[in-house]
């Protein structure tokens, strides 16, 4: 089944302690992308990749680090967690094709900092 | 400043009605513009994407128009269902290499 993968799901952590989301994809996409959601004001992007070795900043990268040594994984990294980073996160994939941009979606992190 | 704007009130519809959601947008020039789907705790789920030399695009019970003129876009659902209720996204690709921008989506609820 095609799909995108993120763990863990649910992660309460404390400020300033070191965390990953690991995300996974095996539809072979060549871009990857990270998203925080919150209310009122939708879906941010953070970073995103275009291919094994090449990513760029989104609208939002301050506090996050990103890496992608494999074309499937695309890990996001919080060095030194603050509570203003609390949200849902999402990480996408798609095809590099420029006539489709259809971003599939993984089910979600949602992290709390205290 | 750029902005996508979709209305932040709920949109409750009885059951059979057309939906129709808005999505404006300023200060872009996109050439392809997307509509998501996003139930509760889950990722959104991919719609209809329309280029800008389309002024409409169906898929079943789904329509979306795209006016570059009036930097807007309307999403309708013909016939809906409860099961549609959900939010929608808008999002449009600005500057290439998949950079989505994305609206705060609009809640759907359809009553039986």
């Known amino acids: 089944e095609a799909q995108v993968t993120q763990n863990p799901r649910y992660l309460i952590t404390v400020t300033g302690k070191k965390l990953t989301v690991t995300c996974s994809q095996n539809m072979n996409h060549e871009y990857m992308s990270w998203y925080r959601q919150d209310p009122g004001l939708g879906l941010r992007q953070i970073y995103y990749?275009?291919?094994?070795?090449?990513?760029d900043k989104g609208d939002v990268p301050e506090g996050y680090k990103v890496s992608r040594k494999e074309k499937r994984n695309f890990p996001l990294i919080l060095e030194s967690p603050s509570p203003n980073q609390t949200s849902l996160y999402f990480c996408?994939?798609?095809?590099?094709?420029?006539?489709?941009?259809?971003?599939?979606f993984g089910p979600g992190t949602r992290l709390t900092v205290t | 400043s750029q902005k996508i704007e979709q209305n932040s009130e709920a949109l409750n519809i009885q059951e059979g009605k057309t939906a129709t959601l808005t999505c404006n947008y300023t200060n872009y020039s996109p050439a392809y513009l997307q509509w998501y789907r996003q139930d509760p705790g889950r990722g959104p789920v991919f719609l209809l994407l329309?280029?800008?030399?389309?002024k409409e695009k169906r898929k079943e019970r789904l329509k979306v128009t795209f006016d570059t003129t009036l930097k807007q876009s309307l999403f309708h659902i013909t016939a809906s269902q409860p099961a549609d209720s959900a939010t929608y996204l808008c999002?449009?690709?600005?500057?290439?290499?998949?950079?989505?921008?994305f609206g705060a989506g609009t809640r759907l609820a359809v009553h039986p």
């Open positions: 329309i280029r800008e030399n389309e």
């Open positions: 999002a449009l690709i600005s500057g290439g290499y998949n950079k989505l921008i």
């Open positions: 990749s275009m291919n094994v070795e090449v990513t």
């Open positions: 996408a994939s798609s095809r590099s094709d420029r006539y489709s941009y259809e971003q599939y």
